[in-house]
């Protein structure tokens, strides 16, 4: 069983701010996923990566598939970035193992 | 967006009762998933499709069963609801096949209570 750990499970940082949310694995992958949960719970996939890197907007997603880690960077905070990141991790297509996800806060 | 929605959205129900929660997507995706959200467990997989009438267990499947008659229904039943089962349900759907390059895509959830 894949376990996924995330850190920080919470976080709070100021607008404008550079974040950066960490995901570790213990068994190798086929996929890694980060995934965003607004407040009133729709979950939208932002980034599936199975190696190096993506960007998108302010959003940076890479992995380390020999470290059997993740990391998602957010450049330029905004409060509407404020949600909650949950990384997840593929094994084939028989679904998804989440990490607990991590609490973002931006204040103005 | 794949066009997936849950229905009911919201439900109450008492212990011992069955409940079945829909989930139906447009998109005409192979895959199918059924997760649960619960504070301190985050999402925990109950049960996938990998076709019509092709199903399989998930992590947490004892007391839940599914059904997919069509490629564009996925449905969850709770044969005899229990405390536990109180939850936030949510459904995914994915055109993945093994090593594709295809995000799941996520239902806005079900929020059950049992009584």
């Known amino acids: 069983k894949n376990e996924v750990e995330q850190s920080p499970q919470n976080l709070t940082a100021q607008e404008g701010e550079f974040i950066t949310i960490n995901c570790s694995y213990s068994v190798g992958i086929s996929a890694l996923h980060w995934l965003q949960q607004h407040p009133g719970g729709g979950i939208v996939s932002l980034f599936m990566l199975s190696s190096g890197k993506k960007k998108h907007g302010r959003l940076i997603a890479t992995i380390n598939i020999q470290e059997k880690h993740s990391s998602l960077h957010i450049t330029a905070s905004h409060p509407r970035d404020s949600a909650v990141y949950i990384c997840?991790?593929?094994?084939?297509?028989?679904?998804?193992?989440f990490g607990k996800g991590t609490h973002l806060i931006i204040q103005p | 967006d794949a066009g997936i929605t849950q229905s009911p959205r919201h439900k109450v129900t008492e212990t011992g009762t069955p409940v079945t929660l829909r989930c139906h997507q447009t998109e005409n995706h192979r895959y199918m998933y059924w997760y649960r959200q619960d504070p301190g467990h985050g999402l925990r997989l109950i049960h996938y499709?990998?076709?019509?009438?092709?199903?399989d267990k998930g992590e947490v499947s004892d007391g839940y069963s599914v059904s997919r008659s069509k490629t564009e229904d996925f449905l969850l039943t709770l044969e005899s609801a229990t405390s536990s089962q109180t939850s936030v349900y949510f459904c995914?759907?994915?055109?993945?096949?093994?090593?594709?390059?295809?995000?799941?895509?996520f239902g806005d959830g079900t929020r059950l209570s049992i009584l």
């Open positions: 997840a991790v593929e094994v084939g297509a028989d679904g998804l193992t």
């Open positions: 499709s990998y076709g019509v009438k092709d199903t």
């Open positions: 995914a759907s994915s055109p993945a096949t093994f090593y594709s390059n295809q995000p799941q895509h």
